[in-house]
């Protein structure tokens, strides 16, 4: 029996799949049958130890999604032969996909990041100082979006430069630099509202729309083909303060993160020469 009837059967069988996922799972079908053919079997005869090799095979070369993808496609052309009466057994019943890593949180590139540095620095229009503000306070202190949107006039101390962010057991309070410090007290002197810090034109709290106008202002100011959003700026500040080798409970304590595990998705993968350095400067024996 030859392995592309059954591929061809399960593709017929499964109208619901969507265009993308039928190619993909055709994809991963067609390189299953390439895998029997150099053991000389065909799908009917391969074995749930033929299956496990091929999907470590699968896993040493993709993503583990991409591998986790290869299995679905795999169980569910054996379930439909199956039903099909093509196969007799189904040895991809017990296949089990590889175990999905964290994935990696989208951060700003160093270019980016130097664009939106230098564009911060510069004394631009007073229409850029409420973009300058909010994201020049992402960019300190790593705050969500929607806590610099919640700011009130009392959570800035302009004596001592300091910012209050978050709320409950999230809260924490966070000096600014001397030069973000003065521009949010320009912002706060010229501001219409006498309680929110971010206020749109007739004096309202900001709406998302609004704070979306802002980053996309920012953007065209300072270059960008991105739009420097208060999440990618977040995963930005996380990945650069452990990447210089800072505290753990640092980086929880600054992101204003509950739980500890909640720093894990920051920690990138670190090369061998990185991670030698680190522990050589780190290490209390070193």
């Known amino acids: 029996m030859s392995s592309e009837p059954l591929i061809a059967a399960f593709?017929?069988?499964?109208?619901?799949?969507?265009?993308?996922?039928?190619?993909?799972?055709?994809?991963?079908?067609?390189?299953?049958?390439?895998?029997?053919?150099?053991?000389?079997?065909?799908?009917?005869?391969l074995s749930l130890h033929d299956l496990r090799q091929f999907i470590a095979e699968e896993t040493d070369r993709y993503s583990s999604r991409t591998?986790?993808?290869?299995?679905?496609?795999?169980?569910?052309?054996?379930?439909?032969?199956?039903?099909?009466?093509?196969v007799t057994t189904n040895p991809a019943e017990l296949c089990l996909p590889p175990p999905q890593l964290p994935r990696r949180?989208?951060?700003?590139?160093?270019?980016?990041?130097?664009?939106?540095?230098?564009?911060?620095?510069?004394?631009?229009?007073?229409?850029?100082?409420?973009?300058?503000?909010?994201?020049?306070?992402?960019?300190?202190?790593?705050?969500?979006?929607?806590?610099?949107?919640?700011?009130?006039?009392?959570?800035?101390?302009?004596?001592?430069?300091?910012?209050?962010?978050?709320?409950?057991?999230?809260?924490?309070?966070?000096?600014?630099s001397p030069l973000l410090a003065r521009r949010l007290a320009q912002l706060l002197r010229h501001s219409t509202s006498r309680r929110r810090v971010f206020v749109d034109g007739r004096g309202k709290a900001l709406?998302?729309?609004?704070?979306?106008?802002?980053?996309?202002?920012?953007?065209?100011?300072?270059?960008?083909?991105?739009?420097?959003?208060?999440?990618?700026?977040?995963?930005?500040?996380?990945?650069?303060?452990?990447?210089?080798?800072?505290d753990v409970a640092f980086v929880k304590r600054l992101l204003g993160l509950v739980r500890l595990p909640s720093v894990e998705p920051y920690v990138f993968e670190t090369s061998e020469t990185d991670l030698r350095n680190l522990v050589r400067r780190l290490h209390p024996r070193a």
């Open 67 to 86: 591998a986790a993808r290869t299995v679905t496609a795999i169980r569910q052309c054996y379930r439909v032969a199956l039903e099909k009466g093509l």
């Open 207 to 246: 709406s998302g729309t609004g704070a979306r106008r802002l980053i996309e202002r920012a953007r065209r100011s300072a270059g960008l083909d991105r739009r420097p959003s208060p999440t990618l700026i977040r995963n930005t500040v996380a990945a650069r303060w452990l990447a210089k080798g800072q």
């Open 105 to 176: 949180p989208r951060t700003l590139h160093g270019d980016e990041w130097t664009a939106l540095e230098a564009w911060l620095l510069r004394e631009g229009e007073p229409r850029e100082l409420p973009a300058q503000v909010a994201l020049g306070i992402c960019m300190e202190t790593g705050a969500r979006g929607a806590e610099v949107l919640r700011l009130v006039v009392t959570d800035f101390t302009e004596k001592d430069s300091k910012i209050a962010l978050g709320q409950g057991r999230e809260r924490r309070t966070i000096p600014l």
């Open 11 to 45: 593709l017929a069988g499964r109208p619901d799949l969507q265009d993308t996922t039928r190619e993909a799972y055709e994809k991963d079908l067609k390189r299953l049958a390439v895998f029997a053919q150099r053991r000389a079997k065909t799908f009917a005869t």
